[in-house]
């Protein structure tokens, strides 16, 4: 990710145009981070109440969306 920033502000210098805003990154979301942090490098999870909370989180999510996306069909 550093090394995109460091590309684009090269870029941006060569073309000294101040049209192009260089936006920083959005953080990470807290519930990624928190699986992030109980999965393992084999991609399992540290503990089978983390993935009971994992599961818990993505079928939240995926309910939202289809909130969401029914709003937006209306």
């Known amino acids: 990710m550093d090394e ?3 590309k684009k502000l090269k870029e941006v210098a060569q073309s000294r145009s101040t049209d192009t ?3 920083p990154p959005s953080p990470i979301k807290r519930h990624v981070k928190w699986k992030l942090a109980r999965t393992k490098k084999t991609g399992h999870m540290s503990s089978e109440v983390a993935k009971e909370i ?3 989180i993505v079928s939240h999510f995926q309910f939202i969306i289809v909130i969401i996306f029914c709003l937006l069909c209306d």
């Open 4 to 6: 995109k920033r460091e």
């Open 54 to 56: 994992v599961d818990r």
């Open 21 to 23: 805003i260089i936006d």
